[in-house]
C-alpha cells in the first residue's frame, strides 16, 4: 500500500524541538554604525534600549546580548548579538542602530526587534504502509514560554493496531521536552539544562528479507519483536561560547520486550532486533557537544553547525546493557552569487557492544528516500517492515538552494532545494555494506515554505518514498 509522509525538520541533541525561524540575515539589515570620522572603541555604549517587545520579556533578551551598557561599542558583537537573537526564534526580524548619548563619547544602542509566532508545528506525520494501515502524528513547540526563554515542546504518533492485528496493543510514541538555554542560577556561568521524557510501543517485523514477502497480505503470520520503553533523560551543561554548548547527559529507561514468533516456520524466521527480552534497565551517560554559527535556521548563506555527541552504558552504573556510541555531525553553508546557496553535510557514527535496536543507526532516517520497504522513522517508531538496525554509519551529502520569494504573506519564505546524499551502512566492522540496503544513493527535489506556523516541506522524495 502508498504510504503519505509529512514531515518538518526537529530540534538538535538533547534539546527541545526547535522551529525554524523567519529570520532576516544580518546582511538584510543596516548594520550598526557610528561617524566614519571615529574610531568605534572609542565611543561608551551609555545604555541598551529595545523597541518593539510586547510578549517577550526585555530581560530575557538582554541576558543574551553580548554586549553591556558602560562597555566600548564592539561593531562585531553587535553583530553577533542579533545573529544570537535571530537563531533563539522569537523574532522575525532583528536590526540596530546607534543614536547620540547624553555626553560626548557615549552612545545609545538600539536594537528593532519584530516579534513572531513562537508557538509553531514541529513536526507533522501522515502514512499508510504494509504494517500499519493508518498512522499519524503532530508535534507542537513553544519557543519562548511565557516570555521567559523557555522551550516547551510535546509530540506524539499514533498507529493502533497493527495491520490484521486488531487485538494487539496500539503502537504510538510520545515524547515531551523542557528547555533553557540560557540558565542564570547565582553568580555561576549561564548553564544550559533541559528534561525529556518519552513513551514508545511498537513492533519490529523479524522476517528473513526486509519486505516480508513469504508473509504478503498476512502479515499478522509474521514474527515479530514487541516492545515497550518509558522513561527520560535530564541534561545539564554549559556555553563555551556564545554560539556553543557542552551538555552532559543521564538516560533511565525501562525497557520490555518479548518475542512473537507468529505461524512462521524456522525457515522464515529471522534475526530480530537486538534487545533483552522480558523486563531490562537502561543507563547511560552522554556528552554532547555543538557549535551553531548559521545565520539563518531556514535559509542559511554562512556559518555551520558541528555536533559530537558520545553515550556510554554500563552494568556499573546499574544498566542491563554495555555499550558506547558515537556521532558525529557537520554541516557547512555557503553563499553563492545571485541569492543561491549550498549545503554540505556529513555524518559518521559507530555503535560497539551489546547496544539495543533503538541505540543503533536506522539506514533510512539519514537517506532522503530508501529503494525498498524501508521508510524513516516517525519519532522513533518503525512502522516498515524492515528492521535492520546497523552499527556503523556514514553519510554525506549536498543541497542546492535557489530562492523563490520573500513576502509577508502566510508563505513568507519559499526555495527550491536540490539534494544528493550517500549513505552507507553495516552491522559490525569489516562486515561489507549490509545486503538488505537496497541503495547507497538518494535525492530530492522539493519546495520549502516558511510561515508563522512553521516550516513545511513539499518534497519528491517522499514520493517516491511513499509510490516506488
Known amino acids: 500500500m502508498a504510504r503519505m509522509r509529512l514531515t518538518l525538520p526537529a530540534a538538535l541533541s538533547l534539546a527541545l524541538l526547535t522551529a525554524l525561524p523567519v529570520a532576516a540575515r544580518p546582511q538584510d539589515a543596516a548594520a550598526p554604525s557610528v561617524p566614519a570620522t571615529e574610531a568605534a572603541p572609542r565611543y561608551l555604549v551609555e545604555r541598551i534600549d529595545l523597541e518593539g517587545l510586547e510578549e517577550t520579556r526585555a530581560s530575557e533578551v538582554r541576558r543574551r546580548l553580548l554586549i553591556r551598557p558602560g562597555e566600548l561599542l564592539d561593531e562585531g558583537r553587535v553583530l553577533l548579538s542579533r545573529l544570537r537573537l535571530l537563531q533563539l526564534g522569537w523574532f522575525s526580524r532583528v536590526e540596530s542602530r546607534v ?29 499508510s504502509t504494509p504494517a500499519q494501515r493508518l498512522y499519524g502524528g503532530l508535534g507542537l513547540t513553544e519557543q519562548n514560554f511565557l516570555g521567559m526563554g523557555l522551550g516547551l515542546s510535546g509530540a506524539a504518533v499514533y498507529g493502533g493496531a497493527p495491520a490484521e492485528l486488531p487485538g494487539a496493543p496500539h503502537r504510538f510514541s510520545a515524547r515531551a521536552s523542557l528547555y533553557d538555554a540560557d540558565l542564570e542560577l ?21 522476517c528473513t528479507d526486509p519486505g516480508c514477502d513469504a508473509f504478503d497480505g498476512h502479515l499478522e503470520r509474521a514474527p515479530r519483536l514487541r516492545y515497550e520503553r518509558l522513561g527520560g533523560e535530564v541534561s545539564l551543561g554549559i556555553r563555551p561560547g556564545p554560539f556553543e554548548r557542552l ?42 557537544y555543538e557549535r551553531d554559527t548559521r545565520d539563518d535556521l531556514f535559509f542559511p548563506a554562512g556559518g555551520g553547525r558541528f555536533a559530537a555527541q558520545v553515550t556510554f552504558s554500563s552494568p556499573a552504573v546499574g544498566s542491563d546493557y554495555e555499550y558506547s556510541r558515537w556521532l558525529l555531525q557537520l554541516e557547512k553553508d555557503l553563499s553563492l552569487p545571485r541569492g543561491h546557496g549550498l549545503r554540505l553535510v556529513a555524518a559518521a557514527g559507530a555503535v560497539q557492544g551489546d547496544a539495543p535496536f533503538f541505540e543503533r543507526f536506522y539506514a533510512a532516517d539519514w537517506a532522503y528516500f530508501s529503494v525498498g520497504p524501508a521508510l524513516g522513522r516517525a519519532l522513533e517508531l518503525n512502522f516498515s517492515t524492515d528492521s535492520r538496525y546497523d552499527a556503523l554509519l556514514a553519510m554525506g551529502g549536498a543541497e542546492y538552494a535557489v530562492p523563490l520569494w520573500r513576502s509577508e504573506g502566510i508563505f513568507r519564505r519559499g526555495y527550491l532545494a ?51
Do not use: C, H, K, M
Open 99 to 127: 543614536e547620540r548619548g547624553s555626553a560626548r563619547g557615549q552612545v545609545v544602542l538600539v536594537f528593532q526587534l519584530v516579534e513572531r509566532n513562537t508557538l509553531v508545528v514541529s513536526d507533522l506525520f501522515l502514512g
Open 186 to 206: 547565582g553568580g555561576l556561568p549561564t548553564l544550559v539544562a533541559g528534561v525529556t521524557g518519552l513513551w514508545i510501543r511498537g513492533d519490529e517485523l523479524s
Open 247 to 288: 551538555l552532559g547527559g543521564l538516560r533511565l529507561e525501562r525497557v520490555d520486550g518479548s518475542f512473537l514468533p507468529g505461524a512462521a516456520g524456522p525457515a522464515q524466521v529471522g534475526t530480530p532486533p537486538a534487545l533483552r527480552l522480558g523486563g531490562s534497565a537502561l543507563v547511560a551517560f552522554t556528552g554532547t
Open 418 to 468: 536540490l539534494g544528493a546524499r550517500a549513505v552507507w551502512s553495516a552491522a559490525r566492522s569489516r562486515a561489507g555494506r549490509d545486503p538488505l540496503s537496497s541503495t547507497p544513493l538518494s535525492a530530492d527535489a522539493a519546495l520549502r515554505l516558511d510561515t508563522p506556523v512553521g516550516s513545511f516541506n513539499v518534497s519528491l522524495a517522499y514520493a517516491l518514498d511513499n509510490f516506488l
